[in-house]
């Protein structure tokens, strides 16, 4: 049987919701023996459903409302000085520091997110029981898959609201639009409702999570109308009709996820109305896992005998419902506590610096301005007018009595130190290196300062990427096992070149970015300087063609070949020139990488004699500039 039918139905092109592929023939799911309890009623469920709302409605909705209002910092002026906290003529400099420092790490974020040319990396276990080019090619095609268009925007706003908030959700979910039917899907952070004490770890072990979406009234209506829709009409209608003029506004439904005999079930709830039933019945969330089974067939009439023949089973591909939530909790930091509500991210960690530099700037430039104005004072009379008017001073006018000239002073420079130290310091503790401190009088600790800044950024930050890579690992373990196993079954014609054996072996994952990225380079480093040694050696052209398999995959065919067609040292001048061409077109860290080949290749050729020959033939000179005029090594 090839699967043809798991459903994605869009609630109103907004929210994914799943099906089974066969609705109509009962799932034989196998379900553990200490999972099994009595199936709660909807008043049960109900009562958890509100606690865990009004908890986070308590709690966290209106943290989450300041953060947003902390990161954009926008003042008043008008309302500050009718409040009474700024003069008529003063102004206020609002800083940016929590922005800042989010736009910054975010870059960061997305540069690992996108320097890997796969998502995943396989390993077989045993290890080498698929061979490795076959491995490799697999890699490619499930990053191909899963890098579907636009794949980036979730990610972009996954990384963004984590740094903002300390930790957000994702989910993965069935969308046969895409090419390896499933997707990478944001949640706002007001949008995963979950435990207020839930930690990391406890995820999995959570009865209840819920997912809210708004949808507009006419969507309502249009539940309520269609009796295929699977949802309670009577209450979609009443919910329509109780919101008819606040019919622009939307309505807040919950997606509730809950486990039931070992399974994950899902239904629709809505507190707009006095709800006494689901808006839309629990049933099993399916997110596109198949699973074999063993179907039994009909008896068959043998023609010869008039008697009915039992058949054998067959095997048929169904699909399978989630055991395991579908979401991935990604958090900024992780600490011995663990309390997901908890986790402060860089709002919670900037705040009162990024207050602190806005109340000093605007001290001083109010200051400066005020020490830049001209100010005249009247010296008291005997027998004067003490209530006497203010005159305003005027060319060519007498004034009646003496006057005496005045300028406040202009603002201590302390103010401007105090700004950069904190500026350094919130630098200093995000992880990189602020390079405002070479402004400083001290110039002979700017130095060492500068360096235990970088060695501390790099610490800092391969422990943040690697929660990230954690988080890549987790989502994308799960896509891999939708994406196999409806391959198995015939449903994705993306990865059809492959065979069952290489689908469906078990393999090691590992997130790419951090196997390629980090630990890649490393022996990529190793082997460049390790070719001086055996440059002159009969290992070095094996030696060489492997460092160009690792150095550059997408360019090895063409390298490899031009290395193996003839003359030793044409080929490898030729390689120069090829590599040559590549330079301009690659990132610019990995520019370094072909110029350090280049010259490693100019040289295992050995000198001018047989760049010589190989000029005469044709060839470019090894000594011959390949780096826009100018010689390389």
Aim: proline letters at 7%.
């Amino acid at each position: 049987m090839t699967p043809t039918g798991i459903t994605d139905l869009e609630l109103g092109g907004m929210a994914p919701t799943e099906m089974p592929l066969h609705p109509d023939e009962p799932m034989q799911v196998a379900k553990p023996p200490e999972q099994m309890r009595p199936n709660k009623t909807f008043e049960d469920r109900k009562r958890l459903i509100d606690q865990l709302i009004t908890d986070f409605k308590t709690l966290e909705d209106p943290r989450i409302l300041n953060r947003r209002e902390l990161r954009r910092n926008r003042k008043n002026r008008d309302q500050m000085i009718s409040d009474g906290v700024l003069m008529p003529d003063e102004t206020v400099i609002a800083d940016h520091t929590i922005d800042y420092n989010i736009s910054q790490e975010k870059a960061a974020y997305l540069q690992y997110l996108e320097s890997s040319r796969t998502l995943l990396t396989l390993t077989p276990r045993p290890k080498n029981s698929i061979p490795p080019e076959v491995v490799e090619k697999f890699e490619v095609a499930f990053t191909l898959g899963a890098r579907y268009n636009r794949w980036k925007n979730s990610w972009f706003k996954i990384i963004d609201a984590c740094l903002m908030h300390g930790a957000i959700g994702f989910e993965i979910v069935a969308d046969l639009d895409k090419p390896l039917h499933f997707g990478v899907d944001y949640i706002r952070r007001e949008d995963f409702i979950f435990p207020k004490k839930m930690r990391l770890e406890q995820l999995d072990d959570c009865e209840m999570i819920l997912r809210a979406y708004d949808y507009p009234v006419w969507q309502f209506e249009t539940w309520g109308n269609d009796p295929a829709s699977g949802y309670n009409a009577k209450l979609c209608k009443d919910i329509a009709d109780r919101n008819q003029a606040t019919r622009l506004d939307t309505i807040r439904v919950y997606k509730v996820y809950f486990k039931e005999n070992g399974v994950i079930m899902t239904g629709w709830y809505s507190d707009a109305a006095n709800a006494v039933d689901w808006l839309k019945p629990p049933v099993e969330h399916h997110i596109g896992l198949m699973a074999k089974f063993l179907v039994d067939q009909p008896p068959t009439l043998d023609v010869a005998s008039m008697q009915m023949v039992m058949q054998p089973p067959k095997e048929e591909w169904r699909p399978v419902p989630c055991t395991q939530y579908p979401f991935v909790v990604f958090p900024y930091t992780e600490t011995e506590d663990g309390v997901v509500l908890d986790i402060p991210g860089r709002v919670a960690q900037d705040v009162y610096t990024q207050e602190a530099i806005t109340s000093l700037l605007t001290s001083t430039v109010n200051g400066a301005k005020r020490a830049s104005g001209f100010y005249v004072g009247s010296e008291p009379q005997i027998g004067g007018d003490p209530n006497a008017a203010t005159v305003t001073m005027q060319h060519g006018k007498v004034v009646n009595g003496k006057v005496s000239f005045f300028q406040p002073a202009w603002p201590n420079a302390i103010a401007l130190s105090v700004v950069q130290t904190l500026s350094v310091r919130n630098t200093q503790q995000m992880g990189k290196v602020d390079f405002a401190a070479m402004a400083r009088q001290d110039t002979a600790k700017t130095a060492s300062e500068i360096q235990a800044a970088s060695t501390q950024a790099a610490a800092l930050g391969s422990i943040k990427v690697g929660l990230l890579a954690d988080a890549i690992l987790r989502g994308y373990a799960m896509g891999f096992e939708i994406a196999r196993t409806q391959a198995a079954a015939g449903a994705i014609t993306l990865l059809a070149e492959f065979p069952e054996e290489v689908l469906l072996a078990d393999y090691q994952l590992a997130p790419s970015g951090d196997v390629e990225v980090l630990k890649r380079q490393e022996k990529l480093q190793a082997m460049k300087e390790f070719f001086n040694v055996i440059a002159n050696t009969a290992a070095a052209p094996a030696f060489l063609e492997y460092l160009i398999k690792q150095a550059f995959p997408e360019e090895a065919d063409t390298l490899v070949a031009a290395l193996k067609g003839g003359n030793k040292d044409a080929l490898i001048l030729n390689l120069i020139d090829v590599i040559k061409k590549l330079i301009p077109q690659v990132a610019p860290h990995e520019q370094q990488s072909l110029t350090e080949l280049i010259t490693a290749a100019q040289t295992m050729v050995g000198g001018p004699n047989n760049a010589a020959s190989a000029g005469a033939a044709g060839e470019p000179s090894a000594a011959q500039p390949v780096d826009g005029g100018q010689p390389v090594g």
